[in-house]
């Protein structure tokens, strides 16, 4: 029977790391430059590598973890390390000259991961997979996965109304303020992470 207290459990917790609101601003910013269009293709791009990145950590995140002999702290640190290099672009405006090639990436890194799938969120899962123990909650698991990457792909396909609004005066104002925050998101990561390895060790 489907669980819905797990599904609810499941997706409040995505939810919140994976923050689909807060994304507005850190879409529009690394999407500056483009056509509508490319914006809505890119946020699909993104969620479907999110969702991808997710769905392979449910099912193969501990497998693959011990196997390459990598702990949670150590992928937390690389990600939020990541996360700087992106912040410090937005920051000296280097995100302005798009090009072709730069479409593709922004659509796959930063945005799929680790912004949307980040260490957070497939930490949570991995959490969430070791939970489950009967059908029910594998299907509640399941919807629960689902329904956030819909919001989150929701959030960004009409974030391209957004554009229509502020234009691309708006949109700079909000790349600096987006990487002034990023920035501050990679650095708390990595605390997080250093935190992590002095208590294991």
């Known amino acids: 029977m489907f669980d819905l207290k797990f599904f609810g459990e499941v997706f409040v917790t995505l939810f919140v790391i994976m923050d689909p609101p807060g994304t507005i601003p850190l879409f529009l910013s690394l999407t500056s430059g483009r056509t509508q269009r490319v914006r809505k293709r890119m946020?699909?791009?993104?969620?479907?590598?999110a969702f991808g990145v997710i769905v392979v950590f449910a099912l193969f995140g501990q497998s693959i973890l011990a196997y390459l002999g990598i702990s949670l702290p150590a992928l937390q640190a690389a990600g939020g390390l990541l996360l700087l290099l992106v912040a410090l672009e937005l920051l000296t405006g280097k995100e302005d000259e798009p090009t072709v090639d730069k479409d593709v990436n922004v659509a796959l890194v930063p945005l799929g991961t680790p912004l949307l799938a980040g260490p957070g969120?497939?930490?949570?899962?991995?959490?969430?997979?070791?939970?489950?123990?009967?059908?029910?909650?594998?299907?509640?698991l399941a919807a629960g996965i689902v329904a956030?990457?819909?919001?989150?792909?929701?959030?960004?396909?009409?974030?391209?109304?957004i554009i229509r609004v502020i234009r691309e005066s708006g949109v700079t104002l909000i790349t600096r303020i987006s990487g002034l925050l990023l920035s501050a998101i990679a650095v708390q990561m990595v605390a997080d992470a250093v935190r992590a390895f002095i208590v294991q060790g």
């Open 148 to 161: 956030v990457h819909v919001v989150l792909w929701l959030t960004m396909r009409f974030s391209v109304v």
């Open 121 to 140: 969120a497939i930490v949570a899962t991995i959490v969430f997979v070791r939970r489950v123990s009967e059908l029910g909650e594998v299907l509640a």
């Open 43 to 49: 946020a699909l791009q993104a969620v479907l590598v």
